[in-house]
């Protein structure tokens, strides 16, 4: 069957580093994205990995490995505004499909 | 330019009544997709479109219909609504997928609670 696993919170305090793991069985690949969502918002685009490696991209950098169907998000310097959940999703085909995960909440304290 | 939009915000039904929801975009994406979120779980595809006159089915598009019959809108109906569509949509439209990074645009969200 097609899953993704990620953790349901993760807790931290400002300043902190906070890395969420994504393992994902999917019956295809293309990538792996990121996206934020806060309380009742709509989802925002964080970063996409299509090859191994990190991505950087300010506070936020982004890993993937192919082989190892994994990938983490890692939220450096976090800030209070950084409290929302995070969803890894993996892009099954061609056609911009995109499978997400349940999500991992993160909750910044002072 | 305003993005992603969807009508209504906000709609309570009651079982067995029919509605349509609106999605409209203003940057000239070709695909666009509906997904619903249900509390603790990730978006699920209901269905979506690769361009005006396409749609598909995603991975839970039962009790659902979609039409795209113009580029920059994709209309959601329920023909019959059930207790068990409760939950929050969204609409979202990208550029095609081979457009690195692939980011998909979301609209605020519709609340629909089916009594």
């Known amino acids: 069957g097609q899953s993704l696993e990620q953790p349901s919170e993760v807790t931290a305090v400002e300043g902190a580093i906070v890395q969420i793991n994504c393992t994902y069985q999917?019956?295809?690949?293309?990538?792996l994205s990121w996206y934020q969502q806060h309380d009742g918002g709509a989802p925002t685009f964080l970063s996409y990995n299509a090859l191994d490696g990190l991505e950087e991209t300010g506070r936020f950098s982004s890993f993937l490995s192919r082989s190892d169907s994994y990938g983490y998000l890692l939220l450096q310097e976090l800030q209070m505004k950084d409290s929302a959940s995070y969803f890894c999703?993996?892009?099954?085909?061609?056609?911009?499909?995109?499978?997400f995960g349940a999500g991992t909440q993160v909750v910044v304290t002072p | 330019n305003a993005g992603v939009t969807q009508t209504p915000k906000f709609r309570v039904l009651k079982t067995g009544q029919s509605m349509t929801l609106l999605c409209a975009q203003d940057m000239n994406h070709e695909y666009m997709y509906w997904y619903r979120q249900d509390p603790g779980m990730g978006l699920r595809l209901i269905h979506y479109s690769v361009g005006e006159g396409t749609t598909a089915k995603g991975e839970v598009p039962d009790g659902y219909n979609v039409s795209r019959l113009k580029k920059q809108n994709f209309l959601l109906g329920l023909e019959s609504a059930a207790p068990s569509q409760t939950s929050v949509y969204f609409c979202?439209?990208?550029?095609?997928?081979?457009?690195?990074?692939?980011?998909?645009?979301f609209g605020p969200g519709t609340r629909l609670t089916v009594l």
């Open positions: 979202a439209s990208s550029f095609t997928s081979f457009r690195t990074p692939n980011e998909q645009f």
């Open positions: 999917t019956s295809g690949f293309y990538g």
């Open positions: 999703a993996v892009l099954t085909d061609s056609w911009g499909k995109l499978q």
